[in-house]
């Protein structure tokens, strides 16, 4: 299994980041959803209980993000942090 979240570049010679890919997400209520949302812009999730939309913002975005964040931290100060496990998607 692959885990991964993309930042796509506008074009290939394009080096800011202009959308988060997720591709394939399995995490609770989410069966295969692709998505991309847009960076730098305010990005609202609606849906009725129970959709997946929890489980999107915290058990995917949060846990990827604090994972790669954690990741940039020295060997030292990463065995004092528990990390999250990886969220279960594609890319």
Same mark, same amino acid.
């Given at each position: 299994m692959t885990t991964q979240i993309?930042?796509?570049?506008?074009t290939a010679d394009d080096s800011l980041d202009e959308s988060i890919r997720i591709r394939?997400? /399995?995490v609770h209520n989410l069966k295969n959803v692709d998505l991309d949302?847009? /960076?730098?812009?305010?990005v609202v999730m609606t849906g009725p209980s129970g959709s997946g939309?929890?489980?999107l913002?915290?058990?995917t975005l949060y846990a990827e993000g604090q994972r790669q964040?954690?990741?940039s931290l020295s060997p030292h100060a990463r065995q004092f942090i528990t990390q999250m496990q /990886?969220?279960?998607?594609d890319s």
């Open positions: 993309e930042h796509t570049p506008a394939g997400a /399995r949302i847009p /960076r730098d812009q305010l939309k929890s489980s913002a915290f058990d964040y954690i990741e /990886r969220p279960d998607v």
